[in-house]
Every structure is written in C-alpha cells, then in structure tokens.
C-alpha cells in the first residue's frame, strides 16, 4: 500500500550554513529591531514562533499583524535568494537526502512532500539551493499555520487533492530531527522516523520512541526499507 513520506527540512534533508544572516536581516528590515536568532533554539519550531522567541528573549514587546507576517515572508525570501546567490548563506543536502527522494519519486510505493516550520516562500528558496526541490510535492508550511501540529494534516489534505484520492494517516510517515517533528505525527496519528542529522543525538531521539530511527539518511536501501516496514 502506498504511504506518504512527510520530511522536515532544516536538519532533515538539509544544512544551512549562516542561516543568521538573511533571518536578521529580514527581522530588522520588518521591524526595525536588530533581532538575532542564535539567542533563541530553533530547531523544529516555525518561523513566527522563532521571530516571537527571539522578541520574549530581548524582552520586547511587539504585536505582528497578518501585513507585517507578510512583509517579513517576502523580505526573509528575497535576503535568503540574495544571501545565498552571493555564497554568504549556504543550504546543501545532507548525505543521502538526494538519493532517498529519487528513490521515492521512482517507486510507486511511495510519495513525497514536506512538513516544515519555514514559511514556503523560504522553503522554495532552501531546497532549490540544495538541488532538491523537483523532488517534493506542496506540503505544508508555517505560513499555513505556526503551530507544527496543525502542518501535517494540511499536507496530507493537499496531497489528496493532488492526487486524487484519500491515505490513511496510518500510511502517512514524518520524518524529521526533533521530537517536535513526532509530536506534530502523534498529534495526526501518523508515523515517524526520526534522524540524528540535526541537534539531537540518536541516542536522545531514541529516548522520545519514535516508530523508527537512523543516523541519518546516507544508506538509501536501509531508508527504504524502514519506511516501508512502518
């Protein structure tokens, strides 16, 4: 039976390196606060719960209409294109992230999409830099929602529009970092596979019991075999 593979982005399939740069800039374009996002943890939060945190923490006070959400979406989107057009941001695939999507997009038995906190805008703009973007249908997105549980209920309908008929999301399978990313698949009944590619150890994530758990994404045969056998 066919499952949808629902993957996280940062951590997951890719590495950004100076992510800082274009994420600050946008905030004090936006809001005119020289904002930093390496005061806060980021790792599997959305983007608005990032830019809030990053308020909390310097103890700043500031209410973020649905205009000035947009205005940062599109100033987060262009610094990130210019950033990394000028080689000062880097986003690459992980090891192996390449090769489990063309695998998936040539076995029938599969289909796959995204679950992130980025907004899309800035989602487009990471995996087309890591040359993985033909790979992925429309998910979901924190422009959707900045709650991640909300995410992948989202991607799962738009997936079903697309191809024109239902999943179970019994057969829907999230695979991600953080125990945020399987909090988000236990909240929608769905599986998860979680790896040691971002902040969090194996040896930690293995603590949380997810329904599997790699080191990361490098043996193509071994990812499939475990997205299959969940």
Same mark, same amino acid.
């Given at each position: 039976?066919?499952?949808?593979?629902?993957?996280?982005?940062?951590?997951?399939?890719?590495?950004?390196?100076?992510?800082?740069?274009?994420?600050?800039?946008?905030?004090?374009?936006?809001?005119?606060?020289?904002?930093?996002?390496?005061?806060?943890?980021?790792?599997?939060?959305?983007?608005?719960?990032?830019?809030?945190?990053?308020?909390?923490? &310097?103890?700043?006070? #500031? @209410?973020?209409?649905?205009?000035?959400?947009?205005?940062? %979406?599109? *100033?987060?989107? =262009?610094?990130? !294109?210019?950033?990394?057009?000028?080689?000062?941001?880097?986003?690459?695939?992980?090891?192996?992230?390449?090769?489990?999507?063309?695998?998936?997009?040539?076995?029938?038995?599969?289909?796959?999409?995204?679950?992130?906190?980025?907004?899309?805008?800035?989602?487009?703009?990471?995996?087309?830099?890591?040359?993985?973007?033909?790979?992925?249908?429309?998910?979901?997105?924190?422009?959707?929602?900045?709650?991640?549980?909300?995410?992948?209920?989202?991607?799962?309908?738009?997936?079903?529009?697309? &191809?024109?008929?239902? #999943? @179970?999301?019994?057969?829907?399978?999230?695979?991600?970092? %953080?125990? *945020?990313?399987? =909090?988000?698949? !236990?909240?929608?009944?769905?599986?998860?596979?979680?790896?040691?590619?971002?902040?969090?150890?194996?040896?930690?994530?293995?603590?949380?019991?997810?329904?599997?758990?790699?080191?990361?994404?490098?043996?193509?045969?071994?990812?499939?075999?475990?997205?299959?056998?969940?």
């Amino acid at each position: 039976m066919e499952r949808l593979i629902l993957f996280d982005i940062d951590g997951t399939l890719t590495r950004t390196e100076n992510g800082y740069l274009p994420f600050n800039e946008a905030i004090f374009q936006t809001f005119a606060i020289a904002g930093d996002i390496r005061t806060v943890v980021p790792d599997g939060n959305t983007d608005p719960l990032i830019v809030k945190d990053i308020f909390a923490k &310097a103890k700043i006070q #500031i @209410e973020i209409g649905a205009d000035r959400w947009q205005r940062f %979406t599109a *100033n987060l989107r =262009a610094s990130y !294109r210019q950033h990394v057009e000028r080689g000062e941001t880097t986003v690459r695939a992980l090891p192996g992230a390449a090769e489990l999507l063309k695998a998936l997009l040539v076995n029938q038995a599969f289909s796959a999409s995204v679950v992130t906190g980025n907004f899309e805008a800035t989602a487009e703009v990471k995996l087309e830099a890591a040359g993985l973007a033909l790979y992925l249908s429309r998910g979901a997105y924190a422009s959707d929602s900045e709650h991640r549980p909300d995410l992948p209920g989202i991607a799962k309908r738009r997936w079903q529009q697309l &191809a024109r008929r239902l #999943i @179970e999301p019994e057969r829907c399978v999230i695979v991600g970092d %953080t125990p *945020n990313d399987l =909090a988000a698949a !236990r909240k929608n009944h769905m599986k998860c596979l979680l790896v040691g590619t971002g902040r969090y150890p194996v040896e930690e994530l293995l603590y949380w019991q997810p329904d599997a758990c790699l080191a990361d994404l490098s043996d193509t045969k071994a990812a499939l075999t475990t997205l299959a056998n969940l």
